[in-house]
């Protein structure tokens, strides 16, 4: 017999060189959204961009990478 399960998304995004997972705030806002939800918590954010999906351990997960440069 089949079985259908639906992954959870989770959003991942790195401070100080550890991974931060952010859990999903609700299923029906898009990545862009959610990205904008967690600029008021991780100001770093406002200048990243969405990597992914990428399933893992059955899991959806999608990267918030900074875009910044380094100065100099």
């Known amino acids: 017999m ?3 399960t639906q992954l959870k ?3 991942i ?3 100080n060189g550890q991974e931060v997972r952010l859990t999903d705030p609700n299923e029906a806002m898009n990545p862009d959204t959610v990205l904008n939800f967690y600029t008021a918590t991780y100001p770093i954010l406002t ?3 969405i990597v992914g999906p990428e399933i893992k351990n059955d899991e ?3 990267r ?3 875009t910044m440069g380094t100065k100099g």
């Open 64 to 66: 918030f990478e900074s």
């Open 2 to 4: 089949l079985q259908t």
């Open 60 to 62: 959806i997960q999608y």
């Open 13 to 15: 995004h790195k401070e």
């Open 47 to 49: 200048n990243a961009r």
């Open 9 to 11: 998304r989770i959003f």
